[in-house]
Antibody
Framework: EVQLVESGGGLIQPGGSLRLSCSVS????????MSWVRQAPGKGLEWVSC???????NYADSVKGRFTISRDNSKNILYLQMNSLRAEDTAVYYCAGDTTNFQHWGQGTLVTVSS | DIHMTQSPSTLSASVGDRVTITCRASQSITSWMAWYQQKPGKAPKLLIY???SLESGVPSRFSGSESGTEFTLTISSLQPDDFATYYC?????????FGGGTKVEIK
């Protein structure tokens, strides 16, 4: 059974950094296309970043240069390093895979950027 | 960027109704369209991919179709479990983009 479990969210001040993790079971993160998708409170879905099985990455313009997606092959974990956080980054962050049709989702982790 | 215009934003319907939600892409996405259902406090769930392919385990009352840059999600007979918010998503090109959502409410 496929399971994705996010962690690492919390309250952070503007300008701060946070690293989100997505622990994956049921498939290896290196074999699939994986993404982070976020949802601001009461709002719609926004794709944030992705990493291909081959390692190529892509980012939304809103986070380019501030966020970095990566993975740990040995631990089967997907990461999202978030730097220079802004109030508008406040959202529930979901990891999703395994193609560009997001077949599998985690339960989400809430990131709140506020002073 | 490809903009997805989804309508209506809210829809009031009764159990047993036929429901149609539309998404229009700002440019051609061929058939690279997916539909998701989201319930409050939960992650989205994939319903339809490649415009009209039903995801495994999804009831057959859900269907998708396309006509040019206009895509439609149809629920043939609305069930109590179907009251939720629905999103379209294009996966033709980056950035991947979603429609604004359609909330299906009880009439």
């Amino acid at each position: 059974e496929v399971q994705l479990v996010e962690s690492g969210g919390g309250l952070i001040q503007p300008g701060g950094s946070l690293r989100l993790s997505c622990s994956v079971s049921g498939f290896t993160v290196t074999s699939k296309f994986m993404s982070w998708v976020r949802q601001a409170p009461g709002k719609g879905l926004e794709w944030v970043s992705c990493i291909y099985s081959g390692g190529r990455t892509n980012y939304a313009d809103s986070v380019k240069g501030r966020f970095t997606i990566s993975r740990d092959n040995s631990k089967n974990i997907l990461y999202l390093q978030m730097n220079s956080l802004r109030a508008e980054d406040t959202a529930v962050y979901y990891c999703a895979g395994d193609t560009t049709n997001f077949q599998h989702w985690g339960q989400g982790t809430l990131v709140t950027v506020s002073s | 960027d490809i903009h997805m215009t989804q309508s209506p934003s809210t829809l009031s319907a009764s159990v047993g109704d036929r429901v149609t939600i539309t998404c229009r892409a700002s440019q051609s996405i061929t058939s690279w369209m997916a539909w998701y259902q989201q319930k409050p406090g939960k992650a989205p769930k994939l319903l339809i991919y490649k415009a009209s392919s039903l995801e495994s385990g999804v009831p057959s009352r859900f269907s998708g179709s396309e006509s040019g840059t206009e895509f439609t999600l149809t629920i043939s007979s609305l069930q109590p479990d179907d009251f939720a918010t629905y999103y379209c998503q294009q996966n033709n090109s980056f950035p991947l983009t979603f429609g604004g959502g359609t909330k299906v409410e009880i009439k």
